[in-house]
């Protein structure tokens, strides 16, 4: 499915996988944020950005199924979230 920039999505997913990193460079530096891989019957890359990771971390673990409020990145081929709600 295509899905165009600016067009916010709602999905159930398990998350699958989480890598966090260190921001080194901007106004963010030495926050957290976090590279999520979810699935909803295919894999889904996304991305937390600092304050998202800060506000929805706590959720936002291996295993745990969330609805994910998801926006078309602007740069590559992934997802930037914009909501976690626990399901």
Known sequence: KLISQGIEIVVGA??????????????????NMAF???????????????????TYGHILYEGNCVAISLEKSNKGSGFKINKVYQL
């Open 36 to 54: 999520i891989t979810i699935t909803d019957g295919t894999e889904i890359e996304c991305i937390a950005f600092a304050e998202i990771w800060k």
């Open 14 to 31: 398990e998350i699958l996988r989480i890598k966090e990193i260190t921001i080194k460079n901007g106004k963010s530096a030495g926050e």
